[in-house]
């Protein structure tokens, strides 16, 4: 009997500490604002999303075509704004904001200036979300996959540059996705890096070589590029945006499901 009752004084001491161990996560929300590279389909949003555990509500307002300007201007940052100030019910709000791609000159209505506007722009989605009451999160653009010779250009690096600036500025997370996918395609080379694409190379060495290049009259319109992703590509980024997350934020690594 003094066996029996000291056993279950051990395991009354214990039930606490275990208890509180097991304790159920407080549901949080994470919010996806970008272009295609993020988006459903052609990006990594939704492969991000699948890496969350069920506590999360994640959901991908990302959309193709989409600029730091053109965004706002379509009325979508409205719908973000909306979710922020109905959002009492989750423990944290996180906004994760990533453009760069349509912000490069040559693209009418939605182009922004480097130096004058996109700065500004991030720097203003990040003030936005922390007057919400949301964590903002800045994600620097995802690097394109083509390569001149041995070597993974980079022309969205001025754009991240910006991003960072935008970050330290406004104290919003920094994601760096530019240089992580910069470094994880540079070290794959050209020929893996096209198996991220949404579609396999067409069979034309002068398309496969420049996916701007016009196709051959009468020729099935492939949906390989180097900038879109595929199922392969986006698991990929999604896991590299997912671990900066993680390390970032050390209180959305539990979120996260284990692989």
Not at 32 to 45: A, C, E, H, R, W
Not at 117 to 126: K, L, S, T
Not at 149 to 156: A, C, E, R, T, V
Request: net charge positive.
């Amino acid at each position: 009997m003094k066996k029996s009752i000291l056993a279950l004084a051990a395991l009354a001491t214990a039930l606490p500490l275990s208890m509180a161990h097991a304790a159920p996560l407080e549901p949080i929300r994470v919010i996806l604002v970008g272009d295609s590279t993020m988006q459903t389909k052609s990006g990594y949003g939704d492969a991000l999303c699948a890496r969350f555990t069920p506590e999360v509500t994640c959901v991908n307002l990302a959309r193709g075509g989409r600029s730091t300007s053109s965004f706002r201007a379509e009325g979508r940052w409205d719908e973000v704004q909306r979710m922020l100030r109905e959002g009492s019910q989750f423990k944290a709000n996180y906004v994760l904001v990533q453009f760069g791609h349509n912000d490069q000159p040559g693209k009418p209505g939605r182009s922004t200036d480097l130096v004058t506007q996109f700065p500004v722009n991030m720097a203003r989605y990040a003030a936005e979300v922390k007057e919400l009451g949301g964590v903002p999160v800045l994600v620097t653009p995802l690097t394109r996959r083509s390569f001149k010779g041995q070597y993974l250009s980079n022309d969205l690096a001025p754009w991240a540059e910006a991003t960072r600036k935008a970050a330290l500025q406004e104290h919003a997370v920094l994601l760096d996705l530019n240089k992580d996918s910069y470094d994880a395609v540079q070290a794959m080379g050209q020929a893996e890096a096209d198996t991220l694409a949404m579609a396999p190379p067409p069979s034309s060495p002068v398309v496969a070589n420049d996916p701007n290049k016009v196709e051959p009259q009468g020729a099935a319109k492939s949906a390989f590029d180097r900038t879109h992703l595929g199922d392969k590509g986006a698991a990929l980024f999604a896991n590299i945006v997912a671990g900066e997350f993680a390390r970032a934020v050390p209180a959305v690594a539990p979120y996260l499901k284990k692989q």
